[in-house]
């Protein structure tokens, strides 16, 4: 008989929720399971979860809605998985005094511009598509919605959207980015970890096309930002560059 580590034999122990015989049937359930005791520390960084045959048998339900789920977490870094390893939590808390969060601000002044910041709005709305997958919550979740505008010598330079998870952060109150970056308030009052980019083109549309003073459709730099504190997401983001924007990276 294989022995379990003993991280991976308490994890297995029968919870409330298995005495009580809930049985989990969507994908997006055994994904909010995972992530609470990923967000717990039952799994903290680094160490190895269950099996996906162990998982669907503490859980109920079919291996392929396990598979699902942990695809998910691992397409958003959240968790690593290796052919005959197995699957662990993304070890992370090394980084945690070394992330640097890049300032649109510094971008600005870099320049030889003098910088603008403007909060264009806040509200709390639920989540799109894209920032459910980003930030593994669900679509009847609240989030945060923040809108801003950054001005070059009174010129549009980028325009913002940031969601932001507020079961995973301190308390933000609105007239706390009224003046200040959500971003900046992030790198603040949050140990980031981890950050991850992508960067693509995409039609102008709505208040991106207003912020930006372009044509509704006009192709746009656009990168996406995902933050993360140990192994939980707290911020995605998208922020929009007008065309004509050049973007420079120094090693």
Not at 69 to 84: F, H, M, Q, T, V
Not at 151 to 158: K, V
Not at 187 to 204: D, H, K, M, S, W
Not at 213 to 220: A, D, F, K, L, Y
């Amino acid at each position: 008989m294989t022995k379990l580590p003993s991280p991976v034999a308490r994890s297995l122990r029968p919870t409330g929720l298995a005495r009580a015989s809930k049985r989990m049937n969507t994908w997006q359930s055994v994904r909010a399971e995972v992530m609470e005791k990923i967000r717990s520390r039952e799994w903290p960084p680094g160490e190895l979860i269950p099996t996906e045959q162990q998982l669907a048998v503490q859980l109920g339900c079919a291996r392929a809605t396990v598979n699902r789920a942990l695809r998910e977490l691992a397409d958003s870094g959240i968790i690593e998985r290796r052919r005959k390893v197995g699957t662990r939590v993304t070890a992370t808390p090394s980084r945690r005094a070394t992330l640097e969060m890049p300032v649109i601000r510094d971008e600005i002044e870099a320049l030889g511009a003098s910088y603008d910041y403007r909060m264009t709005s806040f509200s709390r709305a639920h989540p799109t598509e894209d920032v459910i997958r980003a930030l593994q919550v669900s679509a009847s979740d609240e989030l945060i919605l923040v809108k801003a505008q950054y001005l070059a010598n009174g010129l549009p330079h980028c325009c913002e959207a940031i969601w932001l998870n507020p079961r995973a952060l301190p308390r933000l109150s609105e007239e706390e980015v009224e003046t200040q970056p959500a971003h900046e308030w992030l790198a603040r009052n949050v140990p980031l970890t981890q950050g991850r980019f992508a960067i693509l083109a995409e039609g102008a549309t709505g208040d991106c096309a207003r912020n930006l003073q372009v044509n509704s459709g006009t192709p746009v730099l656009t990168i996406e930002r995902t933050n993360w504190s140990d192994a939980t997401p707290v911020s995605f983001a998208r922020q929009f560059y007008p065309p004509q924007h050049r973007l420079v990276s120094e090693d």
